[in-house]
């Protein structure tokens, strides 16, 4: 068949290019734009080169940042994917109890993030929350406020609690994907319950895992909100992610250059870990 | 490899069945013998596959019981019947290489590796996959997977029965014919009993010892191509059964003559049917004879298939099908006559006698 060339077509996706460089391309260029300037307000610039990208590289209270964020990404991941499979392996295939699981494992996905942190917040509180209150009455030493180590599990049972769901939905997708037969071949060839997890499951769920570990490890990684309404950070600077560091930076210090410095290694850092992830895990793929 | 006895089997997927309606498999009671190559040939829905799956263990039977070479099994699983099963798509291990799909059932039946290698590499040579061992089994052609299935089912020599879902429908046309010799083949060699499930009679035919055809949840017929072809006990046989199907119109039986509208025809001997039952003749195309003799009939269409002609034609208002040969004359004045060896007397759709 011939192909026909026409440069009309590019009008068809003009509208996606204006969204997006206004949405996206604008916004960055004028970060990038501050990164390399000086400013003192009255919209006076004065060039600075790499200086506030030496600063930031150079300072130990991003570098602090950073492993806490990795730290905690890494927590998360090994928490939430392990978890989500389980779940999403126990969870019914057919009759009533498909729709009421899938609901009760939407509920925590529709709920926007600042409300998760404070719901958690007074939860967790020694003076009136439930849960800082039993475990009080229990005699544990629990206080998110005071002791670092109680400020992390909180955060992170927080995140488990908000996001795991979504890793039980992806996963659940993959696996009511699978068709009956395989199951039946794999009783015909005697295949034990973890085989069939190993080779019949796992690798149908593996795209939609990549995308699962891809999405949590994103949002790990940007983790802002919930610390922040939380734990504000504290204490000291125990769940300070570089996400709320930037913003102390940018808002309440008002050092624009090297926020927005700090911004761009923080993008390219993600983009950088992003790239790794997806090439590992497509990386069999390729093999054969 | 077994006997399969099949007794007095009846299964509904229903919780309380009551009516014959309820039941996906009416009473099926039958013993098919060691080593055999059976069909189980029927339209969609007509409980070949419940059979299939009864008899692999996936599915327990409401009543009746399974036994191989005498042996209850109806209560064993799926894997303690030691069966293979190959389904309509292939089922592979697409994370795992040629070779360790194949030793994948050895494996786990805690098979020693050293045997299992012999094994694996045997069925690699019998399945002409040997250069493809080390492959992961994913980016293989659908015949290739569908070997590989059928291999996983062969490596384990001991297997009772194979049994065969349709295992050709996602295959290419001129992929199929190769499988289905290799399969014949690969049957000779082993001699497993083989259970075999189609809808498409071309299949059953080529393959099956005996064709067991299944309608509306029960067996009507067991028998050899031939059987089939020319006695029909069932009229579902007649029609499903050749291409076009057996010609089936309304008769009166008086004796052992049988009136056909206002045509009358002697049969040697007198079939006994009680009062009240449908009466009809069946005869197949091969068997109605064009000439300027015999009973009339209006010709309405006619379709050259190659070698053949099929004449679509009115008998005493009854559409009827004839199959000619390519240069047969047809007379302006069309007639025709049964061959008697060709007629069959149904009673409510049963078989009651014909001059075969």
Same mark, same amino acid.
């Given at each position: 068949?011939?192909?026909?060339?026409?440069?009309?077509?590019?009008?068809?996706?003009?509208?996606?290019?204006?969204?997006?460089?206004?949405?996206?391309?604008?916004?960055?260029?004028?970060?990038?734009?501050?990164?390399?300037?000086?400013?003192?307000? @009255?919209?006076?610039?004065?060039?600075?080169?790499?200086?506030?990208?030496?600063?930031?590289?150079?300072?130990?209270?991003?570098?602090?940042?950073?492993?806490?964020?990795?730290?905690?990404?890494?927590?998360?991941?090994?928490?939430?994917?392990?978890?989500?499979?389980?779940?999403?392996?126990?969870?019914?295939?057919?009759?009533?109890?498909?729709?009421?699981?899938?609901?009760?494992?939407?509920?925590?996905?529709?709920?926007?993030?600042?409300?998760?942190?404070?719901?958690?917040?007074?939860?967790?509180?020694?003076?009136?929350?439930?849960?800082?209150?039993?475990?009080?009455?229990?005699?544990?030493?629990?206080?998110?406020?005071?002791?670092?180590?109680?400020?992390?599990?909180?955060?992170?049972?927080?995140?488990?609690?908000?996001?795991?769901?979504?890793?039980?939905?992806?996963?659940?997708?993959?696996?009511?994907?699978?068709?009956?037969?395989?199951?039946?071949?794999?009783?015909?060839?005697?295949? &034990?319950?973890?085989?069939?997890?190993?080779?019949?499951?796992?690798?149908?769920?593996?795209?939609?895992?990549?995308?699962?570990?891809?999405?949590?490890?994103?949002?790990?990684?940007?983790?802002?909100?919930?610390?922040?309404?939380?734990?504000?950070?504290?204490?000291?600077?125990?769940?300070?992610?570089?996400?709320?560091?930037?913003?102390?930076?940018?808002?309440?210090?008002?050092?624009?250059?090297? +926020?927005?410095?700090?911004?761009?290694?923080?993008?390219?850092?993600?983009?950088?870990?992003?790239?790794?992830?997806?090439?590992?895990?497509?990386?069999?793929?390729?093999?054969? | 490899?077994?006997?399969?006895?099949?007794?007095?089997?009846?299964?509904?997927?229903?919780? @309380?069945?009551? &009516?014959?309606?309820?039941?996906?498999?009416?009473?099926?009671?039958?013993?098919?013998? !060691?080593?055999?190559?059976?069909?189980?040939?029927?339209?969609?829905?007509?409980?070949?596959?419940?059979?299939?799956?009864?008899?692999?263990?996936?599915?327990?039977?409401?009543?009746?019981?399974?036994?191989?070479?005498?042996?209850?099994?109806?209560?064993?699983?799926?894997?303690?019947?030691?069966?293979?099963?190959?389904?309509?798509?292939?089922?592979?291990?697409?994370?795992?290489?040629?070779?360790?799909?194949?030793?994948?059932?050895?494996?786990?039946?805690?098979?020693?590796?050293?045997?299992?290698?012999?094994?694996?590499?045997?069925?690699?040579?019998?399945?002409?996959?040997?250069?493809?061992?080390?492959?992961?089994?994913?980016?293989?052609?659908?015949?290739?997977?569908?070997?590989?299935?059928?291999?996983?089912?062969?490596?384990?020599?001991?297997?009772?029965?194979?049994?065969? !879902?349709?295992?050709?429908?996602?295959?290419?046309?001129?992929?199929?014919?190769?499988?289905?010799?290799?399969?014949?083949?690969?049957?000779?060699?082993?001699?497993?009993?083989?259970?075999?499930?189609?809808?498409?009679?071309?299949?059953?035919?080529?393959?099956?010892?005996?064709?067991?055809?299944?309608?509306?949840?029960?067996?009507?017929?067991?028998?050899?191509? +031939?059987?089939?072809?020319?006695?029909?006990?069932?009229?579902?046989?007649?029609?499903?059964?050749?291409?076009?199907?057996?010609?089936?119109?309304?008769?009166?039986?008086?004796?052992?003559?049988?009136?056909?509208?206002?045509?009358?025809?002697?049969?040697?001997?007198?079939?006994?049917?009680?009062?009240?039952?449908?009466?009809?003749?069946?005869?197949?195309?091969?068997?109605?004879?064009?000439?300027?003799?015999?009973?009339?009939?209006?010709?309405?269409?006619?379709?050259?298939?190659?070698?053949?002609?099929?004449?679509?034609?009115?008998?005493?208002?009854?559409?009827?099908?004839?199959?000619?040969?390519?240069?047969?004359?047809?007379?302006?004045?069309?007639?025709?006559?049964?061959?008697?060896?060709?007629?069959?007397?149904?009673? @409510?759709?049963?078989?009651?006698?014909?001059?075969?």
């Amino acid at each position: 068949m011939e192909k026909t060339y026409n440069n009309k077509a590019w009008f068809f996706v003009l509208p996606v290019l204006v969204l997006v460089l206004f949405s996206a391309a604008i916004p960055l260029m004028t970060v990038v734009n501050y990164s390399v300037q000086d400013t003192f307000g @009255n919209n006076e610039f004065f060039w600075a080169g790499t200086d506030w990208f030496d600063e930031i590289l150079n300072s130990a209270r991003f570098w602090e940042a950073l492993q806490r964020n990795l730290l905690f990404s890494f927590i998360i991941l090994a928490l939430e994917i392990p978890l989500g499979i389980f779940i999403a392996l126990n969870m019914p295939k057919k009759g009533i109890g498909v729709p009421v699981c899938l609901v009760l494992m939407a509920l925590p996905l529709l709920i926007p993030w600042n409300v998760v942190g404070t719901i958690w917040q007074v939860f967790g509180r020694v003076d009136i929350g439930l849960l800082g209150r039993t475990l009080a009455v229990l005699g544990i030493d629990y206080n998110y406020v005071r002791n670092p180590l109680d400020a992390w599990i909180t955060v992170i049972v927080m995140d488990v609690w908000h996001w795991t769901s979504l890793v039980v939905l992806l996963c659940y997708a993959g696996l009511v994907s699978i068709p009956d037969a395989y199951y039946q071949a794999a009783k015909i060839d005697g295949a &034990s319950r973890w085989s069939v997890f190993r080779y019949i499951q796992l690798p149908k769920m593996k795209r939609v895992l990549l995308i699962a570990v891809l999405l949590r490890f994103m949002d790990s990684f940007m983790i802002y909100t919930e610390p922040f309404v939380v734990t504000g950070g504290g204490p000291g600077n125990s769940t300070t992610f570089l996400s709320i560091d930037l913003v102390k930076m940018a808002v309440g210090q008002f050092d624009l250059g090297p +926020a927005a410095a700090m911004s761009i290694v923080y993008f390219l850092i993600i983009l950088l870990l992003s790239w790794i992830f997806y090439t590992v895990m497509t990386s069999s793929d390729a093999e054969s | 490899m077994a006997r399969i006895t099949l007794d007095h089997i009846r299964h509904a997927y229903g919780p @309380n069945p009551v &009516s014959d309606s309820d039941y996906a498999l009416r009473e099926v009671h039958h013993e098919w013998k !060691d080593g055999g190559a059976y069909a189980l040939l029927g339209p969609s829905g007509c409980g070949k596959t419940t059979l299939l799956n009864i008899i692999s263990g996936l599915l327990q039977p409401s009543h009746g019981r399974i036994l191989f070479d005498g042996r209850d099994v109806t209560d064993l699983s799926t894997q303690a019947r030691n069966i293979a099963q190959v389904f309509q798509f292939p089922v592979i291990y697409d994370t795992m290489t040629v070779y360790d799909n194949l030793a994948f059932p050895l494996r786990n039946r805690g098979v020693d590796e050293a045997d299992v290698d012999r094994r694996v590499r045997d069925m690699l040579q019998i399945i002409d996959l040997a250069d493809w061992a080390k492959r992961k089994a994913r980016g293989l052609t659908a015949d290739q997977k569908q070997k590989i299935s059928l291999g996983r089912g062969l490596v384990r020599n001991d297997v009772n029965a194979i049994l065969f !879902d349709e295992p050709l429908t996602v295959i290419d046309p001129h992929m199929k014919w190769v499988l289905r010799s290799q399969l014949k083949r690969l049957h000779k060699q082993f001699g497993f009993t083989m259970v075999y499930v189609t809808h498409d009679q071309t299949e059953a035919l080529t393959f099956a010892d005996k064709v067991v055809v299944m309608y509306e949840g029960q067996i009507v017929q067991i028998g050899t191509p +031939a059987e089939l072809f020319e006695t029909p006990r069932h009229t579902f046989v007649g029609y499903f059964i050749g291409s076009p199907g057996m010609n089936v119109i309304p008769a009166r039986l008086d004796g052992s003559s049988v009136t056909l509208g206002s045509q009358r025809l002697d049969l040697a001997s007198a079939p006994t049917a009680a009062e009240g039952d449908r009466i009809e003749l069946g005869i197949r195309p091969e068997f109605i004879r064009l000439g300027r003799e015999g009973m009339p009939v209006t010709i309405r269409r006619i379709e050259d298939i190659g070698r053949r002609k099929i004449v679509r034609a009115d008998f005493e208002g009854q559409p009827i099908a004839i199959v000619a040969d390519e240069d047969a004359e047809i007379p302006a004045e069309a007639h025709v006559r049964f061959e008697p060896q060709g007629i069959n007397i149904y009673a @409510n759709s049963w078989r009651i006698g014909g001059e075969a």
